[in-house]
């Protein structure tokens, strides 16, 4: 599972801001997203706009539990999902998250058939828990992948999954998708798609070139011109990412690297005049 980190240059070296090079005994300054942002001072990082900090504790994975109300829901019926981190030097729960692009968790949901999916932010409650509500239309398992930050720690990428009642007469197959690569459309956008190299290879880096059109009216979404989730056809391996390239236009880049070939989904997300567009794409990733 890979996280927002894609990031190059001509020399594949670190971004370095202010200097271009630095005294190994003063402090570093680096984005906790993009680690290889880097500052001789304070700041922001350019790209996600995540606070600076001096230095990144060794990352440690935390625990995400979740309680599902009814335990044994159904299609159509209104779930309620409560979310704990805990941390795993202590087990206590963590109650501090860091906002990330404008909130405290972010929450994707997606069908075992790849068919639905939902970008949502559960509410924090008094006493640290996350707290969600939802109907969720298809029987069957869903993956659940939450992202946040907990204060001390460093930003995380957690996954679960959830089963309706009755998932014993559904199919666990890996769906078998198709390419889909036609531009969409979508709420107030059509969204066009051209990547490089035209298959991707697993391992290497992928350059996805969106195109939006009309070009009027296009604003931050939480804080990033565009949200991509992309998952592998069984859900395995998940990538949350942001664009490497944006200024507010209608064409924007993003970066991926797709860690084994199959087919994979993508869900991409725009906002045009208060509207969020989503728009699908199914990529086959060849092998070297």
Not at 14 to 34: F, I
Not at 151 to 168: F, H, K, M, R, Y
Not at 255 to 268: A, D, I, Q
Request: with cysteine; aromatic share 8%; charged share 20%.
């Amino acid at each position: 599972m890979q996280r927002r980190r894609f990031l190059s240059t001509a020399a594949g070296l670190p971004v370095l801001l202010g200097q271009q090079a630095q005294d190994p005994d003063k402090v570093e300054w680096l984005c906790p997203m993009d680690k290889d942002v880097r500052s001789a001072k304070p700041g922001v990082c350019p790209r996600c706009g995540m606070k600076l900090v001096p230095g990144i504790p060794e990352p440690v994975e935390y625990r995400l539990l979740l309680d599902v109300t009814p335990a044994a829901w159904k299609p159509g019926q209104r779930v309620r999902m409560r979310f704990e981190i805990r941390d795993p030097r202590t087990n206590q729960r963590v109650t501090k998250l860091q906002v990330i692009h404008e909130k405290l968790f972010h929450l994707f949901l997606v069908s075992g058939d790849l068919s639905f999916f939902a970008h949502e932010h559960p509410e924090p409650q008094p006493d640290g828990t996350l707290l969600f509500e939802t109907v969720l239309p298809k029987p069957g398992f869903y993956r659940i992948l939450g992202d946040f930050y907990p204060e001390g720690g460093t930003p995380q990428l957690a996954v679960l999954s959830i089963l309706s009642a009755g998932s014993d007469q559904v199919s666990f197959a890996t769906p078998r998708l198709i390419a889909q690569t036609a531009p969409q459309a979508t709420a107030n956008l059509k969204v066009a798609l051209r990547n490089e190299p035209a298959v991707p290879i697993a391992g290497l880096k992928t350059m996805l070139f969106f195109e939006l059109q009309p070009a009027d009216g296009l604003e931050p979404y939480l804080g990033a011109w565009g949200h991509m989730l992309v998952a592998s056809a069984d859900l395995i391996d998940l990538i949350h990412t942001h664009p490497f390239l944006a200024n507010g236009g209608p064409n924007l880049q993003f970066n991926v690297v797709f860690p084994r070939p199959g087919m994979h989904r993508l869900w991409v997300q725009f906002q045009r005049q208060g509207v969020v567009n989503t728009a699908v794409f199914t990529l086959p990733v060849r092998g070297l």
